[in-house]
């Protein structure tokens, strides 16, 4: 049994945000894999988010908003006995320029909190994520200077719509992401880093 998590917020507020481009790519997934039946999601409250198994693969969005994502997903791996390895995260990530993708096994949260969430929930962080650049969210100050934004303003940013002149960009990411997947279940993580990072 695989598990791939799609990380977002929940709610029409948040849907097309940066921060909920784990839940587009795992949308455009679900969509990808059963272009006939068009499977859709369901309410599993006991796992507190939206499910769909296609054989043995299970697809989530928790719907416990992004800082406490890692409940759902430790719910779901301990009720069906799923290995670390089995587990495939879909998150955005705010240093990666928009349209780049990075997949790898383990490592760190680097400062995004639902990825923090899932390690501290599953006490490793052994598990497999697929990131997606959103954009750096640099401030400029002019010809050539950018600093880091405020906190603040980083709440703010990721939770903004991509601008206009980015949503082709985030459209062919996310069909990337897609294909990504798709890699990494068919031919396995080793495969799919070579082609995508």
Avoid: C
Wanted: no cysteine.
């Amino acid at each position: 049994m695989k598990l791939i998590v799609g990380l977002g917020n929940p709610g029409v507020k948040y849907e097309s945000t940066r921060h909920n481009i784990g839940f587009m790519v795992i949308d455009e997934l679900l969509n990808d894999l059963t272009p006939k039946k068009k499977s859709v999601w369901t309410n599993e409250n006991k796992y507190q988010g939206k499910m769909v198994r296609i054989d043995d693969l299970l697809l989530l969005k928790p719907q416990t908003y992004m800082n406490r994502s890692g409940g759902s997903v430790a719910l779901v791996k301990n009720f069906y006995k799923i290995e670390f390895e089995d587990i495939i995260v879909l998150n955005d990530d705010i240093d990666l320029p928009l349209g780049k993708i990075r997949i790898r096994k383990g490592g760190a949260s680097a400062g995004h909190n639902g990825v923090k969430s899932i390690i501290d929930h599953l006490a490793s962080p052994e598990f497999i994520r697929v990131r997606f650049g959103i954009g750096r969210g640099m401030l400029s100050l002019g010809k050539s200077d950018a600093k880091n934004m405020h906190r603040q303003s980083v709440e703010q940013y990721v939770v903004s719509l991509f601008y206009e002149n980015e949503a082709g960009e985030a459209r062919k990411m996310i069909k990337r992401g897609v294909e990504a997947v798709e890699t990494l279940l068919k031919d396995g993580l080793e495969k799919a880093m070579n082609k995508f990072n």
